[in-house]
Each structure stands twice: as structure tokens, then as C-alpha cells.
């Protein structure tokens, strides 16, 4: 089971937590859906969400943000350059050029993959996994598998927002996860 922080004690979290819309019934009935391109408007809320991130992994010695396509994409680019790290985007089958090494992992109807290029990363170096939130925990699984396959150390994932009750952290091993945002 993946670790838990404590809950963060921060004043900035309401602000980032109040910058989510939900959406109903969204892409079906049943989903509440969290639409973080609120989130992205609100200049204050976007800056904080990456200082909290920034500020937790500064001193952490990561070579590697590696973002999940395609929210992971928003957040892991400016998580990466704030700390001196190099981005590797972890995408969706044949969206890459060049030759690429994949992961396949199981949805609830079917299965998927995900992919990243040979030699983005090297062995021996430390990663971060971001996302924008953890529902079930199979993509992320999938990019931690990925990656230390290739030989490289998975230091933490990191979510803005975790919907505990898919319990998704339980599929993450001794991973630690931290989120910014339980949904409840």
C-alpha cells in the first residue's frame, strides 16, 4: 500500500481546492467529473498548485519529471524546470516519434498502454510521476512499471487530486503518493 502524507497544512490548499469545478455526469452518468481547467484560470491557484509541488521535490535529487498524457502535461514542465529536472511526456500509444518502449495496463473494459522513447531516460536516475489525479491507479502503475524496467528509481507520484474511494493508492505498492486534493 502506498504511503500516506498527513494532511497538508497549508492556506493554499483551499484556494487550489476551490479552483476545481465539478461537473455532474460528466463524460456519463454517475462521474463527477473534476475539471481543472478552472484551476488553470486562476492565476494564483495554477501558481500555488506548482509551488507546493516545487517546494516538496526542490531538494529531493530528481533527474526526471515524468508526465502522464495529457494532464500530467500541464503540471510536470514547470514541476521540472523549477527544479532542475528533465521532462519525459508518457504518452498514448503511437503519439511518439521515433522508437519507443511501452507499458500495457488494464481498464475496466479492456486494456491500454502507455509509452516513452528509448533513451529518455537512463538507468540509475531518479524520477517523479505527475498527474492530475489518481482514480484507480492503473496508468500510474503502468509508468512507474515503465520506468523501472529501464533501470530507473521512482522517488514519488504526485496528483493534484486523488479520488480515494477508487482506491487507487492501494495499487501503487510502497510508492509513495502525494496529493494536494482528496476528493470526497
Known sequence: MASHDPIIKDER?????SAIRIIPDFPKPGIMFQDITTLLLDTKAFKDTIDLFVERYRDKKIDVVAGIEARGFIFGPPIALAIGAKFVPMRKPKKLPGEVISEEYSLEY???????HVGAVQAGERALVVDDLIATGGTLTAAIRLLERVGVEVVECACLIELPELKGRDRLGDKPLFVLVSST
Do not use: R, V
Not at 13 to 17: C, K, L, N, R
Not at 110 to 116: A, L
Open 110 to 116: 479492456g486494456t491500454d498502454k502507455i509509452e516513452m
Open 13 to 17: 490548499i483551499a484556494g487550489i481546492s
